[in-house]
């Protein structure tokens, strides 16, 4: 899959993007919440500084139980490497936007013209936006934007 298969399917009913905010702008102890409901579908939790203690736990899931370290499902080696990944759509990376702050896009699209996910730019609170095509692999988004956050606060 790539760009040209994510594009809009319908110019006459689009579907619209999934915004999420957290209440937190430090990714520490949040919780994300689905911005058009206001109800919380993942909360963060770490029990100390290494990335490798971090947990997002998927509140949308039925049985509540469905807890992934983040280190595990970017299958991180070496660190934190948040910019690029890979996932079950493709490959992907996270590049600096001057509009966005971040935008997520396919690895061949150096352009930048079909963001998946893009950073949501605000004073009060951290946003993020992830396009229809992101949507099944929302927890690779979610996991990578967070992981981004904690580079940049950790790397001051």
């Not at 971040?102 to 004073?123: H, I, K, N, R, T």
């Not at 929302?138 to 990578?144: E, P, Q, R, T």
């Amino acid at each position: 899959m790539g760009p040209s298969l994510c594009g809009i399917t319908t110019l006459a009913n689009p579907t619209p993007p999934s915004v999420f905010t957290f209440s937190n702008r430090n990714v520490y102890d949040t919780t994300i919440n689905l911005a058009s409901t206001g109800i919380p579908a993942y909360i963060i939790a770490h029990n100390g500084t290494p990335c490798d203690s971090i947990e997002l736990y998927d509140l949308q899931m039925q049985d509540n139980n469905d807890v992934r370290r983040l280190s595990e499902k970017l299958n991180f080696e070496n660190g934190i490497k948040a910019t690029a990944m890979d996932t079950p759509l493709g490959r992907f990376h996270w590049r600096d936007h001057e509009r966005y702050g971040v935008a997520l896009c396919w690895a061949d699209d150096v352009s930048m013209s079909f963001p998946v996910a893009y950073g949501q730019p605000s004073e009060e609170e951290l946003g993020l936006v992830i396009t229809s095509c992101g949507m099944p692999v929302v927890d690779y988004i979610l996991a990578s934007f967070i992981l981004l956050h904690l580079d940049k606060y950790t790397s001051r």
